[in-house]
């Protein structure tokens, strides 16, 4: 997974995580109608029209996010496909063997910082 995959997915994972703020919100605006002797309707009113409209934007930047991240998984997953069927072409660091095939797809571990690498077989049988 590139640098920039791994920030699309840790964007949506943060934009999913600031929606779930809305029952913080929700929470801390029933305390304020019961807690406060002098909150009126019209300021609970306004709070709720401010949350509806601060978690519009916060939905749309979250559905935005998903839609990105999608894009990118269904383009890779179309090229592997293409790549494993022998269509042609290749993916930096995925190794042909004797052919625009690929090897085993399935042998690729993930370093340290996430990228893959293919595992190499031990050529001398131990």
């Not at 069927?85 to 190794?95: D, E, H």
């Amino acid at each position: 997974m590139s640098n920039e995959e791994s920030m699309k997915q840790f964007d949506l994972e943060q934009s999913i995580m600031e929606c779930w703020n809305i029952t913080t919100d929700i929470a801390d605006l029933h305390e304020a109608v019961l807690e406060f002797p002098d909150w009126t309707q019209d300021k609970t009113s306004n709070v709720l029209v401010g949350l509806e409209q601060l978690y519009e934007i916060k939905f749309d930047k979250c559905f935005r996010n998903f839609e990105a991240f999608l894009k990118d998984y269904y383009e890779l997953r179309n090229r592997l496909e293409e790549i494993e069927s022998g269509k042609g072409g290749y993916i930096r660091g995925y190794k042909a063997s004797g052919s625009n095939r690929p090897r085993n797809l399935s042998r690729f571990e993930d370093d340290e910082f996430g990228v893959p690498h293919e595992v190499e077989d031990d050529e001398s049988g131990a």
